[in-house]
């Protein structure tokens, strides 16, 4: 009712000043009981893929305690959160017992101690099994003495290991007085997940918690085999909220599933889309509304009141609706929360094109290769004129070449056309609205 309110009011304004406005619709339907006739007027036209899909929360992490050594159980102290509470950047999550955790970095350094000293006895071993060698030589004939191979190359190679566990303990060590008893999270969100409690046992990896950030939402839709060629990743989105019919938020395609999901000979692809922000699009929108909030009257208002168009009672009235009316939205807007498994309907865009000539698809006709329409002269007659044309959708045709703004052309009996140009209204609508369907 709040978003209707704001449209009346800037259907409102359109009647007072068409010209000066740019109403946010323009309607130019013409029937008669023999022909209906549309005028050829500029707008935007979109090529779209539409499919329902549901939202789901795009940034899910789990968190996991991340204890030193290997494979070592140590005792959880203290869970300091619940699932649904709200939490920062950087706000500890949960604690290990630090009596154990203190224990563990000193086991490790006496680990590196050890390591230290295995190294130094497998260099003197080995020094003093080559000094009780002796090699002789006497022209070309060797002599040795107390000489043994197999021994000097079984030494080298317990050098070789301890060499080897001597670095494996200093990287082990060194990673662990990187680490932390504590999980902190790494970004605002709320937790959707606790699994673990004071006094439990875990190992190395055990997910304590998980956390979402409730700003992130993405949906997946199945595309058709038809259409899947013409998506590509980084591709332009809109998402509609069903349950809330006049918000629709800016995406991106994340994801293309290579492989095919079919069902009773139906092949499709899932494909992901990724939404905005919606603080970014709040912000976005607050920068683009229409300051009217300072009690000034609008130009095209001022100038209706100059025109004895409408009365200066009659004008405050209306921007005082107008302040209202956007206050209230921006109330809305800000009390609003996206939910995981709202239904959604995501457009893919295509194609698209702006300020270019559009005629409705029902009035032109195909021979061959050449479209033609039916073009209504000034004195009432019809003639077939071919055309050149672009991109379409469902419902209009974008013209290359062979009409010119403000013309009129025949569409055949029983087809009802709209056109409908969206220029942005007057009173800035706190959420993007899509583009003409």
Not at 225 to 248: K, N, P, R, Y
Request: with cysteine.
């Amino acid at each position: 009712m709040k978003a209707l309110k704001i449209l009346l009011i800037t259907l409102a304004l359109c009647s007072v000043s068409v010209l000066s406005l740019g109403c946010f619709f323009n309607s130019d339907t013409e029937s008669t009981s023999e022909q209906q006739v549309a005028t050829v007027q500029r707008g935007n036209l979109t090529v779209d893929i539409t499919a329902s899909g549901n939202l789901a929360l795009s940034r899910i992490e789990d968190l996991a305690f991340d204890i030193p050594g290997r494979a070592e159980a140590i005792t959880v102290e203290e869970i300091l959160v619940e699932e649904g509470d709200s939490v920062e950047e950087g706000q500890v999550l949960a604690k290990l017992d630090t009596s154990e955790w203190d224990d563990m970095l000193t086991n490790l350094g006496l680990d590196l101690i050890q390591a230290q000293i295995n190294l130094e006895n497998a260099e003197l071993a080995l020094d003093k099994a080559e000094a009780e060698t002796v090699t002789l030589i006497t022209g070309d004939i060797v002599y040795s003495s107390n000489f043994d191979d197999e021994e000097i190359d079984i030494l080298e190679l317990r050098l070789a290991l301890a060499e080897a566990q001597l670095e494996d303990a200093q990287k082990v060590l060194e990673e662990a007085l990187e680490k932390s008893p504590e999980i902190t999270a790494p970004f605002d969100g709320f937790i959707t997940g606790v699994n673990v409690e004071g006094g439990d046992e875990v190992l190395p990896g055990t997910v304590a918690v998980t956390l979402a950030d409730p700003n992130q939402f993405e949906a997946d839709i199945l595309v058709s085999e038809m259409d899947i060629f013409d998506l590509e990743l980084g591709g332009d989105a809109t998402v509609q909220i069903d349950a809330l019919s006049s918000l629709t938020i800016p995406a991106k395609v994340t994801h293309i599933s290579p492989t095919a999901t079919i069902q009773s000979g139906v092949v499709n692809y899932y494909v992901k889309v990724e939404l905005e922000s919606l603080e970014a699009l709040m912000q976005q929108q607050q920068e683009a509304m229409p300051n009217i909030s300072s009690g000034e009257l609008p130009g095209p208002i001022k100038q209706a009141i100059e025109e004895g168009q409408m009365t200066q009672e009659d004008a405050e009235a209306m921007l005082e609706q107008m302040q209202q009316a956007q206050a209230e939205q921006q109330a809305e807007f800000e009390s609003f929360q996206l939910r995981e498994g709202l239904t959604v309907t995501v457009s893919i865009i295509i194609e698209e094109a702006a300020d270019v000539l559009l005629v409705p698809n029902g009035a032109i006709t195909t021979r061959g290769r050449q479209t033609y329409v039916q073009v209504i002269s000034a004195d009432g007659t019809t003639e077939e004129r071919a055309i050149n044309t672009g991109i379409s959708n469902w419902q209009y045709t974008e013209v290359v070449d062979g009409l010119t703004e403000g013309e009129q052309v025949v569409v055949p009996q029983g087809t009802t056309t709209t056109t409908t140009q969206q220029e942005g209204p007057p009173g800035g609508m706190m959420i993007p609205m899509g583009p003409p369907r």
